[in-house]
């Protein structure tokens, strides 16, 4: 089972961007589904973003439009930019493979100030 290693987090101003990257520790080739999911501070884990080898992007309504999503084969990496931080954006980013996923990463920080 592949593992996931996320980093990138930290505190970003209101309106900054951030790009978070999740390196596998064996290749992601094969995996066709991979996501990007978080929980803020008293909330479920929600959906953010997840990208297919056919190159079908699907965001969540609350980052659309100022969010990227990027699977590198070659490198085992999937990245996420968000663009336009808010402060609601503040959670723990997990990094997913497959879906349903059936492997996370540890995740990693993202505080936004205001």
């Known amino acids: 089972q592949v593992q996931l290693v996320e980093s990138g987090g930290g505190l970003v101003q209101t309106g900054g961007s951030l790009k978070l990257s999740c390196k596998a520790s064996?290749?992601?080739?094969?995996?066709?589904?991979m996501g990007w999911y978080r929980q803020g501070p008293g909330k479920q884990r929600e959906f953010v973003a997840s990208?297919?080898?056919?190159?079908?992007?699907t965001f969540a309504d609350s980052v659309g439009g100022r969010t990227l999503i990027h699977k590198d084969n070659r490198n085992d990496i999937l990245s996420l930019t968000i663009n336009d931080l808010r402060p609601e954006d503040s959670a723990v980013y997990y990094c997913?493979?497959?879906?349903?996923?059936?492997?996370w990463g540890q995740g990693t920080q993202v505080t936004v100030s205001s």
């Open positions: 990208i297919t080898n056919g190159g079908r992007l």
């Open positions: 064996g290749s992601i080739f094969s995996i066709n589904v």
């Open positions: 997913a493979a497959g879906d349903p996923p059936f492997s």
